[in-house]
Each structure stands twice: as C-alpha cells, then as structure tokens.
C-alpha cells in the first residue's frame, strides 16, 4: 500500500499571504489528522478530520482551518500567514475506528513551510 | 492535563551498546501509548504502541518498551544500538478522538 502523501513537500510565503496544504492517506483509512512541527514548541495537534467532519480539533487560533473531501484526502489552510507559521506540517492517517479505544496514526513526510 | 514527559533531551551510545529512552505521561484514564522515530527532515514513522494487555511490546527494527502503571512510564529499548538508529525519538499518548500529544522528543546521536 502506498503511505501517506503530502503536496508540497516546500513552500515558501511572505506574512500575509495564505496558503493550502494537501494530504492523501492511505487507501481505505477514514481519518486525517494534521499537526505543526516547530523548534520551540514541538509537535502540536491541529486538528482531525473523520468522514469529512472535524472530530477534534486543538488550540490554534482560526487562521488555521481545515476540511476533508468524499474520498478522505484532506487539504489543511492557514490564512494571514505570520513569521511563526513556520513549521514542518504533518498530515496522519488512520482507519478512524475508535471503538477500541486508540487507532493507530501513519505519518506522512511533511510539508517545509517557509514564511519570510 | 494530559502530558508526555521525556527527560534526556540528547543522548548519545556507541555502537552495539544498550539504549533506554525514558517516557513518562500523566493521563487519568487507560493510556494509549506510542513510540514514533523521525530522521532529519522525515515524517514520523511509528516503532510500537501499548494499547492493552502484555505490558511489554516489542515494535519493529529491534525495539521494545514496557508499559509500567506504578510508575507512569513506557521506556524504549534496544539491546544493540546500529549506527542507523540515529534519529529523533518521540513518546506520544492519546488524548481521544486520535489527538496525539507528544513528549519533546529525545535525540540519539550513535557513536562508532
């Protein structure tokens, strides 16, 4: 099976600008998450997208927003960009089902986001 | 607050020596644990993950970890580090509704 796949894999903005990530999971899983990776804070949750609804979403401000699509891939906004959106973008997969408790999160290999 | 604690923020073994990364998390409920590993400039690839019964898990390229209630813990384990084991390792716990909260991460540097 193919893994998690993340478009672009780089980008470049200037402060005020916005832009969209995209993120394709792995055939047949029903859940995208999205998480920001930076120096200073860490991997920090953004949010989780499960049969095209928001399931959980953590403590960023409204700039950053999201939405999922019929077939499960799932495009990541962030507008207004400010210096400190820059960050490593990470976009997990997994089936969704959390009857059992937890499910299992496959990680793709990120966007570089770049904000001058 | 749910949290993950990872002490050792570097770490640094030889080649062929033992490793033990520490994890400690606070969760009120039955935790649902994971170690992931990041090289320089990669996702995060998952290693094992404690869900429930055998409290010792072994995950894939060699490493385990063992899941210890009275202490809060869930350390990593490899008996025989290789060079290619360098990288960034990351303890996560699960927050519900597959929120994954991370420790900071502690970096493995093998010497040869």
């Known amino acids: 099976k193919a893994g998690v796949t993340q478009t672009p894999r780089y980008l470049i903005k200037t402060r005020g600008q916005q832009v969209t990530l995209s993120c394709s999971p792995i055939s047949g899983h029903r859940s995208v998450s999205w998480y920001q990776q930076t120096p200073g804070q860490g991997l920090q949750f953004l949010f989780e997208?499960?049969?095209?609804?928001?399931?959980n979403k953590g403590n960023f401000p409204g700039r950053f927003s999201g939405r999922q699509f019929s077939n499960s891939r799932s495009e990541m906004n962030v507008s207004t960009l400010e210096l400190g959106d820059s960050a490593l973008y990470l976009c997990?997969?997994?089936?969704?089902?959390?009857?059992?408790?937890?499910?299992?999160?496959?990680f793709g290999p990120g966007t570089r986001l770049t904000v001058l | 607050a749910q949290s993950v604690t990872q002490p050792d923020i570097h770490i640094t073994v030889s080649e062929g020596a033992s490793l033990e990364l520490r994890c400690n998390y606070s969760y009120g409920a039955t935790p649902y644990l994971f170690w992931y590993v990041q090289s320089p400039g990669q996702g995060l690839q998952l290693l094992l993950k404690y869900f429930s019964g055998d409290t010792l898990v072994q995950g894939i390229k060699g490493f385990e970890a063992e899941f210890k209630r009275s202490q809060s813990s869930f350390n990593l384990r490899k008996p025989s580090v290789h060079w290619s084991d360098a990288a960034e390792y990351f303890c996560a716990v699960s927050g519900g509704y597959n929120k994954l909260i991370f420790g900071a991460g502690t970096r493995l540097a093998v010497h040869p």
């Open positions: 997990a997969s997994s089936l969704g089902d959390l009857t059992g408790g937890a499910d299992t999160q496959y």
């Open positions: 997208y499960f049969s095209e609804t928001q399931r």
